[in-house]
């Protein structure tokens, strides 16, 4: 094993970090947006329950 091997690459782990905040960013955007798409679903079903005056 070299010495160098032991030398973190700088340029890769701040590569990575930057690829794991977008992920996280863009799952959270997606989450946010499907739970929006459900609420509104919600809202355009037909109610099945019937009412009394």
Do not use: C
Request: aromatic share 10%.
């Amino acid at each position: 094993m070299k010495p160098i091997d032991n030398v973190i690459d700088f340029t890769t782990f701040r590569k990575r970090k930057h690829a794991q905040q977008l992920a996280r960013i863009m799952w959270e955007m997606y989450a946010r947006n499907l739970g929006l798409q459900a609420a509104q679903w919600a809202q355009l079903a037909p109610s099945t329950e019937t009412r009394h005056a």
